[in-house]
């Protein structure tokens, strides 16, 4: 029953706190890490109703404090992929018949959560299981999260808001269903806000959700499932499940109610489900929705005008904040020759000056990389480097894993600017240079767009307004998130939706309007008035 329409304004970004010394919010986060070491955390998998344990525990460390347990999950098999299928198709039709406002009224209420009791505990679950430094959690875990939640109940109330003409002796609207099956949302280890929007995003629009994280990313994803849970999230709506890819791919991408998929990953693994998805087409009920982002090697074009400071702060920020670990971290930077000596002395100092370590100590601006296995990739190219004729390591290059997975943040400077670190993902804090002839700027923008399959961010650094031009109108497809005289990373919820082409993912930004419109089905009805009684048309009527 529809009593009203009701009206979601846009939102305010929630305020990023700053966690000064003698501040009220790191004292309670300092005392919320401390708990959550304390415990030793049990987690469960979400299914329907219930809180799924298996005995095949797979236990959760800090990756810069590997001797310390923080707890176990349970990992899941097929039948629970099934179990949790079957779930959400189990509550999907009372999902979609909510009325609206009932359904917004839940994911409000939960970033209300995230933004005061869960506040600390979020982002102190963040700290702990991701490795992220205090503020890099607070932009995430609280803010990003918080925005997702509320712009995308606006977005969805504007959308539904939009409604055709009708002529005189008729009546028009259109419905925006939910899609018709579940859909599966495959979220990463490097932010918990992404982790939470790819599933609420897709089930604030009334769908049903299979929700898989990253086995790296599940202590601060099993907390935010209880934040949701206690907003009032009907069980079955979202079901959190542990399993591996391939586990989760054979039963949900050959399952005829398979509806949609939204990821953020690698661009193989990508690649993979679209084509497991299109050589089962004959399978589904519908065509599924398909829907991700995937990798970046973003870069940062200096022009030979540029302010050092700016071009330096851009580069240790961008390449170094979370240790380079973020789709958009800029990974490849383009010097000019009249620049470069002043650009690398300063980046040099920069990094000296980096603090490494816990991220208990809120002075270490470096922490740890997620895991071994990412330990030992970024390693073999700062090796690589090291033993390469093409280029030289300027500053960084040490590793070790004795306490945790520590990379000193590196900076390799290339000769050949087709060299593997200037076109490979590396996913990690690891930043490439390549020194340009500064008159040959209209040269390195062909080398900038055609070096790397991806375009996910970028940035030019310029005083010369007609270079930043000529950049911005070069590089329109190199990058979905262009940045002027900035860092290539920190997109905000409502201010500059993110997203990339080309290998970089589907482009359909999240944190907009966009992103929304592939969780919908719209239907047209039309209702005539005065319906005609009679085939015949005037033009038929004898003069």
Known sequence: MSLGTFHYPMPANEPVLQYAPGSKERELLKKAIAELKAQTADIPMYIGSKEVKTNKKIALHPPHEIKHTLGYFHMGDEKHVQQAIDAALAAKNDWAAMPWEDRAGIFLKAADLLATKYRPYINAATMLGQSKNVFQAEIDSACELIDFLRFNVHYLSEIY?????????????????????????????????????????????????????????????????QI???????????????????????????????????????????NTMWETIGKNMANYKSYPRIVGETGGKDFVLVHKS????VAVTALLRGAFEYQGQKCSAASRAYIPSNLAEKIKKKLIAGVNSFKMGSVEDFSNFINAVIDERSFDKIKAYIDGAKRSKKASILVGGECSKKEGYFIQPTIILAEDPKYVTLCEEIFGPVLTLYVYPANEFEEVLELVDTTSPYALTGSIIAKDRSAIVLATERLRNAAGNFYINDKPTGAVVGQQ??????????????????NLYRWLSARTIKETFNPPVDYGYPFMQEP
């Not at 791919?249 to 193989?268: P, Q």
């Open 161 to 225: 808001k939009q409604q055709p003409n009708s002529a005189p002796g008729m009546h028009n609207r259109m419905e925006y269903r939910p899609l018709e099956g579940f859909v599966v949302a495959v979220t990463p280890f490097n932010f918990t806000a992404i982790s939470g929007n790819l599933p609420t995003s897709a089930a604030m629009c009334g769908n049903v959700v299979v929700w898989k994280p990253a086995n790296t990313q599940v202590f601060a994803a099993q907390m935010f499932m």
């Open 306 to 309: 540029a302010d050092v400071d």
């Open 497 to 514: 939706p993110f997203g990339g082409a080309r290998a970089s993912g589907t482009n359909d930004k999240a944190g907009s309007i966009l």
């Open 228 to 270: 949701l849970l206690e907003a009032g999230l009907p069980h079955g709506v979202i079901n959190l499940i542990y399993v591996d890819g391939p586990v989760l791919g054979k039963i949900c991408f050959n399952h005829r109610d398979f509806a949609g998929v939204h990821f953020t990953g690698s661009t193989g693994v990508f």
